[in-house]
């Protein structure tokens, strides 16, 4: 196989002198991310805020552009990247750009929630910006956010909302797997307002996710509905996955971030296990390079497409994860992270065909969507791991 032959000459490499150690390959793939970003904002001239970068198809060289909406999930991402681009850098030109494309989503503080993706959408782009630069009018858009997020917050089920138009669809309550990173958004905001109220919805979604989203082996369900009277867990089920019993690897991807995250905030050590577990069984059943296919129980393994953005998250999120667990354990968690990055930089660029940082994407197969793709997202948590990365080596 291609992908694991280039993986295996890339292990090797790194053993060998006048190979990358682990600090030279974050800088030389930041770098290879910062010319990337580079070129795209170039591509994109005149910038128009309105217009958010999303995806490129294969067989296309530039980024395809969303228009802002309150009913898309991944406007915050690409201000995100600029925000980590300029973090790298230190270069004015994308401070700029990051500014212009996160100011144009603050609308959102002032409308109901239209989902549960409010958090992906401001936590990256003016979370990222107010860690950065301190914009005092940043802080107060997150924490509205976090104000219109918790509107959604069913207190007989114990979870948010996902998707309020899907009620009746689903029958239910319905949580997905990925509001989990929505709560990065709520403990924040408790901590930067001091008002626990945040904090302590998120810590109650949490605890009820972990109750139900998980089979016995720590796999996930994409989608948990529950009674929204009684609270009562009705069934688990997808939406982007293979099937209600497969494990669709971007779910199991959040639900590791989403729980080492947690463990971050509250030092739980509840989330901290469940983060293990879920990633535990994720890395057991990866391919030879690392890189899911985008779900683990497709038939068509191993001729079904990958998914490079699940790799970047779980990615990023083991690096983290490695902080929080003693031992051999950790060191391994560090070096399937690191492997990872390594797996997509070898295999996954977009390199001269496309500005984006990676390709090999899948967006939501079931509905035949974004099939094989560059997507904004796998860049985003990309260049987050590979600035955990070398912040990691520095410290
Ligand atoms: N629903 C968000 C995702 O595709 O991961």
Redesign the pocket.
């Known amino acids: 196989m291609k992908n694991a032959f280039k993986w295996v000459v890339a292990s090797l490499c790194i053993g060998f002198a006048g190979c990358s150690s682990p600090s030279s390959f974050s800088e030389q793939a930041l770098d290879y991310c910062a010319a990337q970003t580079e070129r795209a904002l170039e591509e994109l001239q005149p910038l128009d805020y309105m217009l958010s970068p999303r995806n490129i198809a294969p067989d296309e060289h530039q980024w395809s552009l969303r228009p802002v909406s309150k009913e898309l999930?991944t406007e915050g991402f690409w201000p995100g990247i600029l925000w980590y681009t300029y973090e790298h850098t230190g270069d004015e030109q994308f401070r700029q750009a990051a500014e212009g494309y996160t100011e144009v989503l603050g609308f959102l503080k002032d409308m109901p929630a239209y989902d549960h993706?409010l958090g992906f959408i401001i936590f990256n782009s003016y979370g990222n910006g107010y860690r950065l630069t301190q914009n005092p009018q940043y802080k107060e858009v997150i924490l509205a956010i976090a104000d219109r997020i918790i509107e959604l917050f069913n207190p007989q089920v114990g979870t948010l909302l996902s998707w309020p138009r899907e009620v009746e669809n689903f029958g239910g309550h319905n949580t997905?797997m990925?509001n989990m990173i929505n709560l990065e958004t709520l403990f924040w905001a408790s901590e930067a307002s001091g008002n626990p109220r945040y904090a302590e919805i998120a810590r109650m979604h949490a605890d009820t996710t972990m109750e139900y989203h998980f089979r016995p082996d720590g796999s996930s369900y994409h989608v948990a509905v529950y009674n929204a009277e009684t609270g009562a867990f009705m069934r688990g089920c997808t939406?982007?996955g293979y099937a209600d019993d497969s494990m669709w690897a971007?779910?199991q991807a959040?639900a590791i971030y989403g729980y080492t995250m947690c463990y971050r905030f509250t030092k739980d050590e509840r989330y901290r296990e469940m983060a293990c577990k879920a990633a535990d069984i994720y890395l057991k059943q990866l391919p030879e390079d690392l890189v899911p296919y985008w779900d683990f129980n497709d038939p068509k393994i191993p001729a079904a497409p990958r998914d490079a953005?699940a790799a970047a998250v779980v990615a990023s999120a083991l690096i983290e994860l490695s902080g929080y667990v003693d031992g051999e354990q950790g060191a391994a968690y560090l070096k399937s992270a690191e492997q990872m990055l390594q797996s997509l930089d070898a295999s996954y660029r977009g390199g001269d065909a496309c500005p984006a940082f990676l390709i090999h994407s899948t967006?939501?197969h079931p509905a035949g969507s974004e099939i094989d793709y560059a997507i904004v997202?796998a860049d985003y948590y990309y260049i987050e791991a590979l600035l955990r990365l070398k912040q990691l080596r520095q410290a």
């Open positions: 999930w993706d997905i990925d939406h982007q971007r779910g959040w953005s967006g939501h997202y």
